[in-house]
C-alpha cells in the first residue's frame, strides 16, 4: 500500500509514522498552543529533531466551548508559518533511517477557504477534521495533489456532540469511511491519496473510542492508512482518572503500543519524543508492528 502526498511517496507496510502537534491557538485542550509563527516554526524544528515524520499544524482549538475564528483569522495564524516551514525544518539530519525526512507538513482546518489559501503556500496533506460533509476540501486536494485525511465525527465542527451513541461503532466506522472515499474519489482524489482517522472523542462514547483502540485492524482492513488520534485524549482521562491533559502521556504510551500492533499507520501525538520510543520499542517487540492486515 502506497500514500502519496504532493509528489512524496509513503510505502506500507512500515513502522507507523509519527505526527507532531503544534497549536497556534491559545485555548487548546492541552495547553500546548500560542499565537506565535516564530515559536510554532521553533517547535517545528524541535519536533522533527525528536523523530516526527509529519508536522501538523492548526490553527483553531476543536474544543466546544470556544467560540470558532474567522477564516480570516485563521489563515492570518496560519501563513507566516507555512510560509517559514521549509527552512524551519532543515535540521542537520534525520533521527533514524526511517524517518520521512524532511518532514510532511499537514493542515489542520476544516475550512474550505482555509485550506485553499494555506495549501496555495505550503502543505503535503489536508487534514479535514469537519468529517468531508460534501466535496469541497476534497476537490482542493484533488486541485493541490495534497493527500486527504479524513475524519470521523458527526455534525458541524465546533458543535457539542457528546450525546451521540453508536449501535456499532466499528460497522459505523465502515459505512462511513465507504462513502466519504467514494465522495473523495468522485471529486478526483485517488486512492492512494487518501488516510482515515476514527476521531477519537469525537461525537462518540468511551466505550466506541476503547472499541476502536481494541479493533484498529478493522478500520486498516480497509486498505488505506489509518491516523489513530490518541494523544491525551479525554477517554485516556476517564480510564485513568486524570483531568489534567498534560499527565495523560503514559496512557496515550499503552494507547501508541495497541495502534502498532493493530496496524496503524500514522500517530498523531503532542509528545514525540514519548511517542518516537514507544513506537520504536513496540516495532523491536514485533516487528509487524504498522503493517495494514
Do not use: Y
Not at 477564516?71 to 508559518?81: A, G
Not at 527552512?87 to 482546518?109: C, G, H, M, W
Not at 469525537?202 to 485492524?217: C, G, H, M, S, T
Amino acid at each position: 500500500m502506497t500514500l502519496v502526498a504532493r509528489g512524496r511517496r509513503v510505502d506500507f507496510p512500515r513502522r507507523p509514522l509519527i505526527a507532531g502537534i503544534i497549536n497556534i491557538n491559545d485555548d487548546s485542550f492541552s495547553g500546548d498552543g500560542r499565537i506565535d509563527a516564530a515559536w510554532a516554526l521553533g517547535r517545528a524544528r524541535e519536533l522533527v529533531a525528536e523523530g516526527a515524520d509529519i508536522i501538523d499544524v492548526g490553527a483553531e482549538s476543536a474544543r466546544t466551548n470556544r467560540r470558532p475564528v474567522g477564516e480570516d483569522e485563521e489563515l492570518r495564524r496560519l501563513v507566516p508559518f507555512l510560509e517559514g516551514f521549509a527552512d524551519a525544518v532543515k535540521v542537520a539530519a534525520p533521527r533514524d533511517d526511517d524517518q520521512i525526512f524532511p518532514p510532511l507538513l499537514s493542515v489542520n482546518t476544516w475550512r474550505s477557504g482555509v485550506a485553499a489559501g494555506a495549501l496555495a503556500i505550503a502543505g503535503d496533506i489536508l487534514n479535514d477534521m469537519g468529517g468531508l460533509p460534501g466535496p469541497a476540501n476534497a476537490e482542493i486536494s484533488a486541485r493541490t495533489g495534497a493527500a486527504l485525511l479524513i475524519m470521523h465525527s458527526v455534525g458541524e465542527p465546533k458543535q457539542k456532540h457528546t450525546h451521540v451513541t453508536h449501535p456499532d461503532i466499528l460497522a459505523e466506522l465502515e459505512r462511513f469511511f465507504v462513502e466519504k472515499l467514494a465522495v473523495a474519489r468522485r471529486a478526483g482524489v485517488p486512492d492512494d491519496a487518501t488516510i482515515l482517522d476514527p476521531g477519537i472523542d469525537f461525537a462518540k462514547q468511551p466505550a466506541d473510542n476503547l472499541r476502536i483502540l481494541a479493533n484498529v485492524e478493522h478500520i486498516a482492513a480497509l486498505g488505506r492508512p489509518v491516523l489513530l488520534p490518541v494523544s491525551r485524549k479525554t477517554v485516556i482521562g476517564k480510564v485513568l482518572g486524570l483531568t489534567d491533559p498534560r499527565e495523560r502521556d503514559a496512557g496515550t504510551a499503552a494507547c501508541i503500543v495497541a495502534g502498532c500492533l493493530g496496524g496503524a499507520g500514522i500517530l498523531r501525538v503532542h509528545n514525540v519524543e514519548m511517542a518516537w520510543r514507544t513506537v520504536l520499542s513496540t516495532v523491536r517487540m514485533d516487528p509487524a508492528c504498522g503493517a495494514v492486515l
